[in-house]
Nanobody, 115 residues
Framework: QVQLVESGGGLVQPGGSLRLSCAASGTFFGIRSMGWYRQAPGKERELVATITSGATTNYAHSVKGRFTISRDNAKNTVYLQMNSLEPEDTAVYYC?????????WGQGTQVTVSS
């Protein structure tokens, strides 16, 4: 059974920073990528950033230059460093593991950006 355990969410003021972590455990094969998605109230889930096993990254346009995704392959852990946070970044952030043949999701962690 695969588990994705997220941590690092919370409340932060505009302009502040947070770092999310997601550790994957269990048995899985053929990891293609790990990444982060988010869902704000009343909106659909959207991609934030992904990183492949070969460290190729992909970012949503809205977070480029502010967020950085990184990965520790040995620990099956992915990180999301979020800087210059804006109220529009408020959402539940979900960790994603895309492997062959399955895709897995974490339970989500709340990020709230507010003064």
């Amino acid at each position: 059974q695969v588990q994705l355990v997220e941590s690092g969410g919370g409340l932060v003021q505009p302009g502040g920073s947070l770092r999310l972590s997601c550790a994957a455990s269990g048995t899985f094969f053929g990891i293609r990528s790990m990444g982060w998605y988010r869902q704000a109230p009343g909106k659909e889930r959207e991609l934030v950033a992904t990183i492949t096993s070969g460290a190729t990254t992909n970012y949503a346009h809205s977070v480029k230059g502010r967020f950085t995704i990184s990965r520790d392959n040995a620990k099956n852990t992915v990180y999301l460093q979020m800087n210059s946070l804006e109220p529009e970044d408020t959402a539940v952030y979900y960790c994603n593991l895309d492997s062959i043949p399955n895709t897995y999701w974490g339970q989500g962690t709340q990020v709230t950006v507010s003064s």
